[in-house]
């Protein structure tokens, strides 16, 4: 796998050092210009937790992927570019308080001065490392902090309006990419998965965050929010200009 191919599909560079706002540029411009994304799900094109296989898509087709991949291959970037990086597992809090099923979710943690928390596989989250230590962290998408829930897991908790949601709860235990097989096949097959109802297309933009979900655009810029219904054809068309991904390619591969 070829690193600087990988960093030119997100507009960065090599790094030098292995300071925090080398970090915090990596993951943005990687949450800027690779999508969040389900789309082979839907199509029922399999994902398999292979490296190699998880470059090419990213990287020579021009394709996002959800959690295992974008955070999975942007772990093994991390690490060879020097940092002290390591996957973890996470288990998500849904809207109304209950919890997805157990540590299907992977998330980063890069140890620097302190322990960071970096997600690039999220979705609408923070675009930014997350300290361990309670500080708070604020972004166009809202302000962040991590607590200590217990002697064991963390909480990712997001503040909105004077609002506090948890995002998801981890631990600091170090996993392996193949850890999540379950939770990657659950995320593909299962009715109860966020991801096998329709389509979702989203990342970052220097000033909020572009959505694409069914037939809706959604563009979220400085706290506004402008939703729009689109046809068939014009999703063809924002998902090539928004996202560079090509859905003619897409069905022509689903066939």
């Known amino acids: 796998m070829d690193i600087e191919k990988y960093l030119k599909r997100f507009h960065a560079y ?3 050092e292995r300071f925090l706002q080398d970090l915090a540029r990596l993951q943005s411009l990687h949450m800027q210009h690779i999508p969040f994304e389900n789309l082979d799900v ?3 094109v399999p994902i398999y937790l292979n490296l190699e296989s998880i470059y090419d898509k990213i990287v020579n087709q021009h394709r996002g992927g ?4 974008l955070n999975g291959l942007f772990h093994w970037l991390l690490q060879e570019l020097g940092f002290d990086a390591r996957l973890i597992s996470a288990t998500v809090q849904k809207p109304d308080g209950t919890w997805t099923k157990a540590d299907t979710h992977t998330a980063i943690l890069v140890n620097l001065d302190t322990p960071y928390l ?5 979705g609408d989250s923070t675009i930014s490392p997350i300290p361990l230590g309670g500080e708070r962290f604020t972004d166009h998408s809202g302000t962040y902090k991590v607590e200590q829930h217990d002697e064991t897991f963390y909480d990712l908790i997001r503040e909105n309006d004077g609002e506090e949601k948890i995002l998801y709860r981890f631990s600091t235990e170090e996993k392996r990419l193949e850890d999540f097989h379950e939770g990657c096949v659950f995320n593909q097959v ?3 998965s966020p991801f096998t109802h329709d389509d979702l297309v ?3 933009t220097p000033d909020g965050r572009i959505t694409l979900s069914g037939l809706q655009l959604t563009r ?3 706290g506004r929010k402008e939703k729009t219904d689109l046809t068939p054809e014009e999703k063809a068309k924002v998902l090539l200009e928004e996202f560079g991904i090509d859905l003619n390619v897409l069905e022509k591969q689903r066939s």
């Open 14 to 16: 090599p790094v030098k």
């Open 42 to 44: 839907i199509r029922n």
């Open 66 to 69: 959800y959690c295992y991949e």
């Open 118 to 122: 970096v997600d690039a596989g999220f």
């Open 190 to 192: 299962s009715k109860d």
């Open 202 to 204: 989203t990342r970052a």
């Open 220 to 222: 979220s810029e400085n």
